[in-house]
Every structure is written in structure tokens, then in C-alpha cells.
């Protein structure tokens, strides 16, 4: 009985192993080892890459190159074989609308590559906010990819936003991209050169000249007139919005950046400027009898002051001269005469400019900062708060330039108004107010 138990056992030993041999497939399966069964004659279709990112037309690297209204040369592998237009650039994961459709062109080095143009409208005015605002440096990273329409965008309806479908690979391993020119610094030493100009021409000027000074006296010399708050608020906001049209120009190469808000402060100032030149030439003030009584005095103009000082100073010189005539042998007195009228001349002309002296003194400037908060009678309201409000909205202006790299365009109608309501302030007050 045993002896037959162990027959039976070889028996099924040999029927397995030669189950096995013949169906080895299904002895793998069984097993767990075998691979999902594939068609091993069949070819993958080829991966689109990016292979390098190029300037256009001239084939050199992208990278310190490339900046607004350049085109940035794509070379892919293997060569696409949509339509060039239904490609769509993304730079750091976000697609560059507005741009115009693509188009393929073989480059001076002989490559063949998509080619997109980077230009900023209002299409892509957000995008280029967001990545070029706030700049810290001359140049931002971007990793380049592309996208595929699956049909062509028709006028009937919207273009389909794709997803980022072709990438590439540096040497290093990282996404493919390139250093982006946001400003050269040979066009930012351009920039600042001709604010800086702009700057002189009015600030430096103003030190000597009438530019932002006030001409309530003209005996008094251009340096010692006072500064004006209309016409130095004029001078503030040309300053401003001409300083930043420049940056913006050679930052986005766009002269459209001026935007109304900016236009709006600038006439608000002009205008102000306007009606307090108007109100101190209707009105009678201290600094119009103290002109009349300069000019009782034979002073009507600076030169009129400096030829009384060049009078003194002449019969000065000729003093010794007379004292040693008049000392000498003098029968006739003529010496003596001569003497005695120098000595009145120079006394009437010492009296005609002390007379000067306190009479222009309440109204000889104090420094831009006191000439601008006060009046003959001290620091005024009206004054310091055309001063505050147009420093502190001058201060949002230049943060707004530097973060949205546009002219603020969000000054509402309100901040507007404030600026304007300021200015009717000033003037008004300067009706009962002593110039300063």
C-alpha cells in the first residue's frame, strides 16, 4: 500500500514538470515574475524637447541677450509637425498671451526654431507686472516651455489655453531657460543722466534764479528771493512724471506710459501755480508798500542796490585822497568842501542802504523749507498741508512706478479731487496772507 502512495507521488512530480515545460507562460504568470505582455516590435512615438533657446535671427544664446520686442528663437527636437501658430510660449509656467502667432525661421546659425516675439500690450500687461515689478536686478530668470493647440484659434471663439506639453533639460539637469534683460546698464546710466539734467536745470537753477522763487521784490537779488510752494509743486511733479516716462522707456521700451492720473496731477499743479501768481499780482500786500518805498528811494531793481554799494565803495576810496587836501594848505576851503561833501554822499548812501536792509529783511528766504511752511508771520496751515499731501501722494507715485512698472493708472477721483481741493485751499488763502 505504501509502496503504491509513492509511485502515485513520482507520478504527479513528472505530470507537473512537464506541464511546465510545455506551458512555461503560464508557469511564469503563476509565479508572479512575469512582465505585462507588450508588443516588444512596437516604437514609442518620439518625445518633443526643447534643445535650446536662441535669439532671433542671430542664433546666439538667449540668455543676457534677449529684452522687450526681441524674439526669442525656440529649437525643438524632433522638428514639430503642428502649424507654428498653434504653439503657445509659456515663461515660468504661465502663458505670455497677446503675443503674435508664431512662426518658424531658420536663424543665422542655420537652426530651425519657433520664433515668438516679446512684446508687453494690454493683453500681457498683467504677466509683465508680475514678473519684471519690484526689480532687484538687471536681469530675471525664466524657464521657457511650450504648448499645443489642438486646432487653430478662429474669430468665432476664444483661443483654448493649453497645458505645457514641451519642456527641456540643461546641462544640469534644470528646466530649460534664460536670463532675461530687464534693463541694460548702459541705458540706466542714459536714464539717470537725463533726469539728473532735468533735475539741475530746475533745482540748481532755481538756487540762483527766479525758476521756483517768488519775485515779490525785485530789489532783492534772485538767491534771496523766497521759494514758492506753487510753482516748487509744479517743479515736483514735472519732475516725477518726466523721471519716470524715461525709466519706463528704456526699462519697456513703450512712450505710452504717461498715464491720465499723472496728467491730471501735473495740470492740478499748473493750475495752482497759475492763480497764486494771479492773487499776489491783484492783491495790495506788505511786499507792495516796502516796493514802493524802495523805489522812493531810487531803488526799482537789484542793479539800482548794486550801483548805491558801488557808489559808497568809490567815495570811500576817495576819502584819504580828500582828508590829506583838506589837511594841506587850503586858503579857499575847496579841499575842505570836497571833503565835507564826500563824507554827506557817503552817509546818504549808508542811510539809503540800511533803509534796504530793514525793509527787505521780514522777506529775504529762510531755506526751502521754512519758505515753503510759513508766511511774514510764521508757519500756516494751508501751506503745510499743500506740502504733506503732495509729498506723501508723491511718495505712493514713485512706489507705484517702481512696482507695476507703469505711471500709477489707480488714483482714484477722490485722492484726486483731495489734490485739487488743497490747491483752491492755498489759494484761497493767500488773499489774507502776508507773502513771506
Known amino acids: 500500500m505504501q509502496r503504491n502512495s509513492g509511485r502515485r507521488a513520482v507520478v504527479f512530480v513528472l505530470l507537473f514538470v512537464l506541464g511546465a515545460i510545455g506551458h512555461p507562460a503560464v508557469a511564469l504568470q503563476d509565479s508572479g515574475n512575469a ?11 518620439a518625445t518633443i524637447r526643447i534643445t535650446a533657446l536662441l535669439q532671433a535671427p542671430s542664433g546666439q544664446p538667449a540668455s543676457d541677450h534677449l529684452a522687450l520686442n526681441d524674439k526669442l528663437a525656440v529649437v525643438v527636437d524632433p522638428v514639430p509637425t503642428l502649424p507654428a501658430e498653434q504653439y503657445v510660449l509659456f515663461l515660468n509656467d504661465t502663458e505670455v498671451k497677446g503675443l503674435a502667432p508664431a512662426d518658424y525661421a531658420t536663424l543665422q546659425n542655420g537652426q530651425r526654431a519657433l520664433v515668438f516675439r516679446l512684446v508687453r500690450n494690454t493683453d500681457n500687461g498683467v504677466f509683465w507686472r508680475q514678473m519684471l515689478g519690484s526689480p532687484t536686478r538687471s536681469h530675471v530668470r525664466f524657464t521657457v516651455g511650450l504648448g499645443e493647440r489642438t486646432e487653430p484659434c478662429s474669430t468665432s471663439q476664444p483661443c483654448k489655453s493649453p497645458n505645457v506639453t514641451i519642456r527641456g533639460l540643461d546641462a544640469n539637469g534644470k528646466p530649460m531657460g534664460f536670463d532675461f534683460v530687464l534693463i541694460s546698464w548702459e541705458w540706466l546710466a542714459l536714464a539717470v543722466a537725463v533726469v539728473a539734467g532735468a533735475v539741475a536745470m530746475i533745482w540748481g537753477h532755481a538756487r540762483n534764479n527766479t525758476t521756483l522763487r517768488d519775485n515779490l521784490l525785485p530789489q532783492l537779488p534772485p538767491r534771496q528771493q523766497t521759494y514758492s510752494l506753487a510753482r516748487w509743486q ?13 525709466f519706463l522707456y528704456v526699462l519697456l521700451w513703450d512712450y505710452n506710459t504717461v498715464s491720465t492720473q499723472a496728467l491730471a496731477l501735473m495740470g492740478i499743479s499748473s493750475a495752482t501755480a497759475l492763480a497764486a501768481i494771479a492773487v499776489d499780482a491783484a492783491k495790495d500786500s506788505p511786499a507792495d508798500a516796502v516796493n514802493r518805498a524802495l523805489q522812493a528811494l531810487g531803488l526799482y531793481t537789484h542793479a539800482d542796490v548794486l550801483r548805491i554799494e558801488q557808489e559808497l565803495n568809490d567815495r570811500k576810496a576817495q576819502m584819504p585822497i580828500a582828508q590829506r587836501e583838506a589837511d594841506a594848505h587850503d586858503p579857499a576851503g575847496i579841499a575842505r568842501r570836497r571833503l565835507a561833501q564826500l563824507q554827506a554822499e557817503i552817509q546818504d548812501r549808508l542811510n539809503i542802504q540800511k533803509a534796504y536792509l530793514d525793509k527787505t529783511r521780514p522777506f529775504v528766504s529762510q531755506g526751502l523749507l521754512k519758505d515753503l511752511t510759513t508766511d511774514i508771520n510764521g508757519p500756516t496751515l494751508h501751506r503745510i498741508q499743500v506740502l504733506c499731501w503732495t509729498v506723501a501722494l508723491g511718495c505712493v507715485f514713485i512706489i507705484g512706478v517702481y512696482r507695476d512698472l507703469a505711471m500709477p493708472p489707480d488714483f482714484s ?8 481741493i488743497s490747491g483752491a485751499g492755498y489759494v484761497g488763502f493767500k488773499w489774507p496772507e502776508k507773502n513771506n
Do not use: C, I, K, Y
Not at 234 to 240: C, G, I, K, S, T
Not at 413 to 420: N, S, V
Open 35 to 45: 512582465p505585462p505582455q507588450s508588443d516588444a516590435n512596437a516604437q514609442a512615438p
Open 234 to 246: 509744479m517743479a515736483f511733479w514735472f519732475v516725477l512724471v518726466f523721471g519716470s516716462f524715461v
Open 413 to 420: 477721483a477722490t485722492l484726486l479731487a483731495l489734490m485739487g
